[in-house]
């Protein structure tokens, strides 16, 4: 199905979900190193990342949270009037998401990883970034718990087949691993099943480029869906 939407709302759309699935795609990478013990920790996912895995995995992780916000805003716009409220639930959502991991992966890579760097640990225990143990780790998982929420609704404005029915079953799909990002804390096995995200979020973001990328611009600069 072919959208009508204006020229503008194409371009933010196409670009933030190329650049969604640019930075998600090289978080994924950085994540297998990281649990190979390429980047210095002892490998795992329960093991603390050395100053070097922080940078490598949480400088693309820090710019997902804009591109993929953006990504939510144009899903909005390009929404038919009878679906907004999916649209526009999603935004919700996709703004929490934003500012939660944005503030932790900011803190992380100007306060943590320069001070693990220089050894001065003391004074920042409460912000050390320990998998499955430690206070910005339960923010991360609330943030990415929200993302989920978010493309759950997003699923909602897709009701057409081909392009738009791939998308949808990616966005849901990337909804119901919900329990098993913000329920891991308790249950540290629960984080092979969330891994799934490395198929489901790039999977979601990619067809949505698509989406954008055959969407016909309109010169009204009122998108409706068709």
Request: glycine share 8%; with cysteine; net charge positive.
């Amino acid at each position: 199905m072919t959208r009508p939407t204006s020229p503008a709302v194409k371009t933010f759309g196409f670009w933030s979900a190329v650049l969604a699935t640019v930075f998600s795609l090289t978080y994924i990478v950085g994540q297998l190193a990281e649990w190979l013990g390429w980047l210095g920790s002892a490998g795992g996912p329960e093991s603390a990342s050395t100053p070097l895995g922080l940078v490598v995995l949480l400088t693309p992780s820090l710019f997902l949270g804009p591109s993929f916000l953006v990504l939510v805003l144009s899903i909005h716009q390009l929404s038919s009037p009878d679906r907004k409220i999916w649209s526009h639930t999603a935004v919700a959502f996709a703004t929490a998401y934003a500012v939660l991991i944005c503030l932790n992966y900011y803190v992380q890579l100007t306060l943590v990883a320069p001070r693990i760097a220089a050894g001065r640990v003391e004074g920042i225990e409460p912000f050390l970034f320990t998998p499955f143990d430690s206070f910005l780790y339960s923010v991360d998982l609330l943030g990415y718990s929200f993302m989920s929420v978010a493309t759950l609704f997003a699923a909602g404005v897709f009701t057409g087949r081909g392009i738009e029915r791939v998308a949808r079953i990616f966005l849901i799909a990337n909804g119901l691993l919900l329990p098993f990002l913000a329920l891991q804390i308790y249950f540290h096995w629960m984080i092979w099943i969330a891994a799934l995200w490395a198929v489901t979020f790039p999977g979601s973001t990619w067809t949505l480029a698509l989406i954008f990328k055959r969407a016909t611009a309109t010169g009204s600069g009122r998108g409706t869906a068709g």
